[in-house]
């Protein structure tokens, strides 16, 4: 990830924490495990901006979704999702991110979670699940990426 967009991604990192609405503790039995597609140093840097870049589209395309204006406020929902569009477009304008192989590996990664939210009727703990994955992710790639700079 271009370190111009650093501080872009802990601001989508902070939106994703002010969504959290229903406290973690009370969604234990909603755990699972949606097997995320990565290990840290997978991947040399080209790779891995573009897997950032494939999750960004994935998370912004789960966001986006009419389900996902229940649990949170517009306002809120708006921001975060203009902080990933922001991201999306800015790396796009960086580096060719052609990457079908990691696009699929990524796809079917979104792909467990929306089946997850079906499963469970998009219910709050559902949606905070997935909110924590999501945020746990992130945090991975951004540490990760903040790590290779320094």
Request: overall charge neutral; charged content about 25%.
């Amino acid at each position: 990830m271009p370190s111009s967009l650093q501080g872009e991604s802990r601001e989508t990192l902070r939106k994703l924490r002010q969504l959290q609405n229903v406290p973690s503790g009370s969604c234990i039995h909603d755990r699972i495990n949606f097997r995320f597609p990565w290990k840290p140093h997978q991947f040399h840097e080209t790779e891995a901006t573009c897997f950032y870049h494939q999750m960004l589209d994935q998370i912004f395309n789960l966001f986006h979704t009419e389900d996902s204006h229940a649990p949170w406020g517009d306002l809120l929902l708006s921001q975060l999702l203009a902080s990933l569009h922001y991201q999306q477009t800015e790396l796009a304008k960086v580096q060719n991110l052609t990457c079908p192989d990691l696009g699929n590996v990524v796809r079917n990664y979104f792909r467990r979670i929306a089946s997850y939210l079906q499963k469970k009727k998009y219910s709050p703990c559902a949606w905070e699940r997935v909110r924590r994955e999501i945020e746990e992710r992130l945090f991975l790639l951004v540490s990760e990426a903040a790590s290779e700079e320094s």
